[in-house]
C-alpha cells in the first residue's frame, strides 16, 4: 500500500462518487462477485470468533473429543472457504482497477483529443500530464486497496459491536466508550497530521522546482558565478520541506502505537472486568473468551478504516480534476463541407475518386487525382488555395484585441509574406488559417468557402505547415517524415527529403532512414530537426504551404540550399510566409508589414523600399524587429 502523502478534498464528492461510479457501472458484475466475496470473508471472520463459544461450552469443558475435533473441522473448512474468498475478490479487484482505470485514460485522452489550443494555452503540460499519471493512478490505487479495505473494516467493525451486544452488554459498553476515544483522537491526529502533510506537499513542489530549473540552468548559474546563492536558497527550502515531514511523520506515526495502547488498555480492562462476573458466574467462560477476541479485533477495523478514508479522498479528488477535464467544451466543428479526390475531366467537371474502383486506383496511381471541396449537396469545387480575409477582427482574450479588421488576400500560387516587430499578429493570421481559434469578426473564405463550414480535418488535410518550434515523435526519421502521409512510400519519403535538402545528412547516420529519434530528437541538431519538418510538409504536398520561421535555425548556406528545394515545392502551390530575415522573403508576391494588429504596409519587395516607410527601416536596419 503507498504511503499517504496528504490530500486535497474533493470540492463536490458525491459529485465525483456518481461520475466515478459510472465508470466502474461498466464492470458491475466483477463488482458484484467481488461485493458477495467480501460479505463471505467478513462474515467467516466475525461468525469464525463467536464460535468460540458453543466449542469451549459444549465440546472443551464437557471433554467431548469427537465433538470438538468436528467442530474444528468445520470451523477449518468455513475459515479456508474465507481465504478463498479473500484471494478471489483481491485479484477481481486488482483486475478491476486496472480496467476501470483503462478506461479512464482512454476516454480522458479521446476527449483531450478534441479541445480547442486555447485550452492548451491556458494549462501547463505538467498539470495536464499528472491528470493523466498521478490522478489516474492514485484512482487505481484507491480502488484496487482502498475500496474492498473500506468495506471490509465496515462490515467487520460494525459486525464485532453487534457480536459484542450479543455477549454481553455491559461489557460491550467498555469496548464502545474506549471506541468512542479512539475516534476522538483519530479526528484530533487526522486534522493536525493532514495540515502538516499538506504543508510537506507545498514545500516538497517547491523544492523540486527549484531542483529542476538549478539543473536546467547549470550553464547560466556558472557563467554567473551562482553557485553560493542558489545553494542558501536550497538549504532553506529544505529545511522548511524537513520541519514540516517531521512533524507530518510524527503525528501519523502516533496513529497507531496509540489506538494500539487504546486497544490494550480496553483489552485489560476487559479482561478483568470478564474475570470477575465469570467467577461471580455472570458471564460463562466461552463467552467471556469469545469476547476477549472481539475486543482485540475491534480497535484494527477502525485504524485500517481511518487510513484508507484518506486514500479514498485524494482518489475522489483527483477523480474529480480528470472529469473536470472531461467536462471541458470540444472544440467547435459545424463545417458540412468535406475534402475528397476528384478527376477533372476534359469537359473541366470533376469526378470524385471513390475506393474500390480499378479505374480510380489507376488515377491515383498515376498521381493524376486532384483536390475537391464537397459541399452537403454533393456539389465539387476544385481545391486551388484562394485564401482571402474580410474585415477579420481577433482577440485571444476579450476585450483585447490583436487583429483590427485584417483584410488580405492570396490567389492560388502566390506567396505571402509577413513581416513585423513581435506580438504584431503574424502567427495569429497563420493560426485564424488553420482555425485553431475562433475569430471575433469578419470571415475567412478558402476557394470562396467560409472556413467554418469546411469540417476541421479536411481543412487542416489541406494545409502543410512549418512552425519554428519543431516537434519531432519517438520513431524513425523516416516514420517522422511520413507523419505528413501516412501511406507514402519509402521513394516519396527519400524524395521528400531530398527537396528540403534533409537525405545528405540523414544518409550520414548510422542508420540512415531508420535513426531512431527519441526526446524530440534530442540526438539531432536544432537545424536538422527543422530539415525534417520541411520534409514533412513536403510529403504532404498540400495545396497551401505555411512556413512559420521555417528556416530560423538554418545557417545561411543551408539557407539557400533550402530555398531551391522550397521552390518546387511551391510551385503552383499558395504559401505564406513569417520571417526575421527579409532575404527570404524578397521574392514574395506580395509583403504584409504589420504593426500592432494592423497592415500598415504592403506590396513588393521593390515597392516597398520605394516607399521608405516601415519596411525599408528594417531592410536598411534603421528598424529592428524587436
Not at 477476541?293 to 487510513?307: D, G
Not at 524524395?495 to 540526438?523: C, V
Not at 509583403?591 to 515597392?607: A, P, T
Request: overall charge neutral; proline content about 2%; glycine content about 8%.
Amino acid at each position: 500500500m503507498a504511503r499517504y502523502t496528504g490530500y486535497k478534498r474533493p470540492q463536490n464528492t458525491t459529485k465525483a462518487l456518481r461520475q466515478l461510479f459510472h465508470y466502474m457501472g461498466y464492470h458491475r458484475w466483477l463488482l458484484l462477485v467481488v461485493a458477495v466475496l467480501v460479505l463471505i470473508s467478513t462474515g467467516v471472520s466475525v461468525a469464525g470468533t463467536y464460535l468460540l463459544k458453543p466449542v469451549i461450552n459444549d465440546f472443551i469443558l464437557p471433554g467431548d473429543v469427537k465433538g470438538l475435533v468436528f467442530a474444528l473441522a468445520g470451523m477449518g473448512i468455513m475459515y479456508l472457504c474465507g481465504a478463498l474468498s479473500t484471494f478471489g475478490y483481491n485479484r477481481l479487484m486488482v483486475k478491476t482497477s486496472q480496467k476501470v482505470a483503462g478506461d479512464i485514460r482512454r476516454d480522458l485522452f479521446a476527449h483531450v483529443q478534441t479541445l480547442p489550443l486555447k485550452y492548451f494555452d491556458a494549462n501547463t503540460h505538467g498539470e495536464l500530464m499528472s491528470r493523466f499519471t498521478n490522478d489516474v493512478d492514485t484512482i487505481q490505487e484507491a480502488l484496487n486497496n482502498s475500496f474492498t479495505m473500506v468495506i471490509q473494516s465496515s462490515l467487520t467493525l460494525t459486525g464485532t459491536v453487534v457480536m459484542l451486544l450479543v455477549l454481553n452488554v455491559r461489557m460491550a459498553l467498555i469496548v464502545i466508550v474506549f471506541l468512542l476515544i479512539m475516534f476522538w483522537f483519530i479526528k484530533w491526529n487526522g486534522k493536525r497530521s493532514k495540515a502538516y502533510f499538506d504543508r510537506q506537499q507545498e514545500y516538497l513542489a517547491a523544492i523540486n522546482g527549484f531542483t529542476e530549473e538549478m539543473v536546467a540552468g547549470q550553464k547560466v548559474e556558472k557563467i554567473f558565478n551562482h553557485e553560493e546563492e542558489d545553494m542558501k536558497v536550497f538549504r532553506r527550502k529544505n529545511e522548511d520541506l524537513r520541519r514540516a515531514s517531521t512533524k507530518a511523520l510524527a503525528y501519523s506515526s502516533m496513529m497507531i502505537p496509540s489506538i494500539v495502547s487504546l486497544s490494550y488498555g480496553c483489552y485489560a480492562v476487559s479482561a478483568c472486568a470478564g474475570g470477575l462476573l465469570a467467577i461471580a458466574g455472570m458471564m460463562d467462560l466461552g463467552s467471556l473468551a469469545a469476547y476477549l477476541v472481539y475486543v482485540r479485533q475491534s480497535a484494527m477495523p477502525l485504524n485500517q478504516f481511518t487510513q484508507q478514508v484518506n486514500f479514498i479522498l485524494s482518489a475522489l479528488a483527483g477523480a474529480e480534476r480528470i472529469f473536470e477535464m472531461m467536462e471541458e467544451p470540444a472544440e467547435i466543428d459545424e463545417g458540412t463541407v468535406s475534402l475528397v479526390r476528384v478527376h477533372e475531366n476534359g469537359d473541366g467537371t470533376l469526378t470524385e475518386i471513390r475506393d474500390g474502383r480499378a479505374a480510380d486506383a489507376d488515377i491515383l496511381k498515376e498521381e493524376k487525382a486532384e483536390y475537391a471541396w464537397k459541399d452537403a449537396g454533393g456539389n465539387l469545387t476544385l481545391l486551388r488555395g484562394d485564401v482571402r480575409f474580410e474585415n477579420v477582427v481577433f482577440g485571444y482574450v476579450p476585450r483585447r484585441r490583436v487583429l483590427s479588421g485584417i483584410s488580405l488576400y492570396a490567389k492560388p500560387g502566390q506567396k505571402i509574406a509577413f513581416v513585423g516587430s513581435t506580438g504584431a499578429g503574424k502567427t495569429t493570421i497563420i493560426n485564424l488559417i488553420n482555425r485553431f481559434y475562433e475569430i471575433q469578426g469578419g470571415r475567412i473564405l478558402y476557394d470562396g468557402i467560409d472556413i467554418r463550414k469546411i469540417r476541421k480535418d479536411d481543412l487542416r488535410r489541406s494545409l502543410g505547415m512549418v512552425i519554428q518550434d519543431t516537434h519531432l515523435f519517438t520513431g524513425t526519421i523516416a516514420e517522422n517524415i511520413r507523419y505528413g502521409k501516412l501511406d507514402a512510400t519509402d521513394e516519396e519519403v527519400i524524395r521528400a527529403a531530398e527537396l528540403a535538402n534533409a537525405d545528405s545528412f540523414i544518409r550520414r547516420l548510422p542508420d540512415g532512414y531508420n535513426t531512431m529519434l527519441y526526446s524530440d530528437g534530442s540526438n539531432l541538431s536544432q537545424g536538422q530537426r527543422q530539415l525534417l519538418a520541411i520534409a514533412r510538409a513536403a510529403i504532404s504536398q498540400p495545396p497551401v504551404l505555411i512556413l512559420d520561421e521555417a528556416t530560423s535555425s538554418i545557417d545561411t548556406r543551408t539557407e539557400r540550399l533550402i530555398e531551391k528545394g522550397m521552390d518546387a515545392i511551391m510551385d503552383g502551390r499558395t504559401v505564406f510566409v513569417i520571417a526575421h530575415r527579409l532575404s527570404t522573403v524578397r521574392n514574395s508576391k506580395a509583403i504584409m508589414v504589420l504593426e500592432q494588429g494592423s497592415i500598415i504596409e504592403r506590396g513588393s519587395h521593390e515597392e516597398l523600399l520605394e516607399l521608405k516607410g516601415r519596411y525599408y527601416q528594417l531592410y536598411t536596419g534603421m528598424y529592428e524587429l524587436e
